[in-house]
């Protein structure tokens, strides 16, 4: 089988390079995904998908198969901004091929775990893998801002109910085993405006927060001093409202960024906000992130969303490890992501086993000339059809 897989691997590698460049050199900036998707969706219909929809947020969901045991891969197509374009190597949306490396925003994360996965699918298809199986490649949009949620609406709009799912982000062909959870927090205080002049007849919003931000940086010590995989806490931004520079500022507002340890859940961070705030007027909230998909939906995400993890002994994580193997010739290197993926949605969500595997090294995600090996596009590739082969 992986000899076949190999062969079949071997010639189809030119032309998913060449979709891999086209990809690239879309500027699919969050919600403004229109023509990467539409490149997608025309690339299954062409590679023989059995179905292939765009789902109302503008994610694209493509099927091959149709047995019983569902299996869901994933990926973003979304892409962080270039603003320091002219400082590149190779221009952030060139798709320069030199030296067996692809350049460019997004070819770490993630299109080239999406272009893999369209192709998987395609050679899954092609070498008769999917007897008793129905493989889903969802290509979703909005990540970047929204983990998890548009995954979750292309699996609960698509009435999908995988037994596996698989995300690709860039793992440096590590197997990712999980990553800690993301909450975001608002923290409010009000004051009483007065002229600047005259600032002890108002109440100063900003001076009311300062002992809160000094909270915050405690709660962090003693999460970080914690034992094992840890939450942690940073304050990320601050507001504050005032009438003019003359005036003594009425509101002031801080952003928190919580990184959940497994386990953490919304009553124990509840509890850890209402200390932070004991015995001063502040008020605390979930922080909503929203935004506007490219099809014009409105995108909200209440941010609170807890670590997951897939345990190395279960079928998924045993199956990852044998194609891996199959494929790499070696066993893999198993770890945890340090950031968050859409496995929010599957895995935290839906307790959909879950695992991760993508082309690319992660430290040039969101970096200047981010770019990805050629070969590992093609092992990723190829590792997607073993696992299934192994599923
Ligand atoms: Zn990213």
């Known amino acids: 089988m992986i000899q076949e897989i190999k062969r079949e691997m071997e010639a189809a590698k030119a032309d998913m390079l060449e979709f891999e460049r086209k990809l690239v050199q879309i500027e699919s900036y969050t919600g403004k995904e229109e023509a990467a998707s539409k490149l997608i969706c025309a690339k299954m219909k062409e590679l023989g998908y059995d179905e292939v929809v765009i789902d109302p947020y503008g994610s694209v969901l493509g099927r091959v198969g149709d047995g019983d045991t569902e299996i869901l891969f994933d990926a973003h197509i979304d892409v962080v901004a270039a603003e320091d374009a002219e400082e590149w190597e190779h221009g952030p949306f060139s798709g320069d091929v030199e030296d067996g490396i692809v350049w460019g925003r997004g070819t770490v994360d993630t299109k080239s775990s999406a272009v893999a996965m369209v192709y998987a699918g395609y050679l899954m298809k092609k070498l008769n893998l999917l007897e008793g199986k129905k493989v ?9 801002d929204f983990d998890g949620e548009l995954l979750d609406r292309v699996m609960t709009g698509n009435n999908l109910h995988p037994s596996f799912a698989v995300i690709g982000e860039p793992s440096n062909m590590k197997l990712a085993l999980g990553h800690r959870g993301r909450a975001m927090y608002v923290i409010r205080t009000k004051g009483i405006s007065a002229h600047g002049s005259a600032p002890e007849t108002g109440e100063n919003a900003v001076y009311k927060m300062a002992e809160l931000i000094t909270r ?3 709660l962090n010590q003693k999460l970080s001093a914690q034992e094992g995989e840890k939450g942690s806490v ?4 601050i507001e504050s409202r005032s009438a003019s520079l003359n005036a003594v500022p009425d509101g002031c507002a801080i952003y928190l960024d919580r990184r959940l340890a ?6 124990k961070v509840a509890a850890e906000m209402d200390e932070l705030v004991a015995g001063t007027d502040a008020q605390w909230e979930i922080y909503d992130a929203k935004g506007t998909s490219w099809t014009g939906k409105p995108v909200v995400l209440r941010t609170f969303l807890p670590a997951w993890e897939a345990k190395k002994d279960e079928p998924l994580a045993q199956a990852g490890i044998r194609a891996y193997r199959e494929i790499m010739g070696r066993d893999p290197e198993l770890f945890k992501w340090d950031f968050a993926t859409n496995g ?12 991760g595997l993508g082309p690319g090294d992660y430290v040039f995600a969101h970096q200047k000339n981010e770019r990805c090996k050629v070969e590992d596009i093609e ?10 082969a192994n599923l």
């Open 136 to 144: 889903y490649i969802s290509t979703s949009v909005m990540e970047e």
């Open 216 to 218: 915050v940086d405690k």
């Open 234 to 237: 940073a304050l990320t931004r």
């Open 262 to 267: 497994l386990g953490e859940d919304e009553a």
């Open 344 to 355: 929010f949605a599957c895995a935290g969500r839906y307790h959909v086993p879950t695992i």
């Open 379 to 388: 092992n990723a590739c190829m590792f997607y059809v073993g696992l299934v």
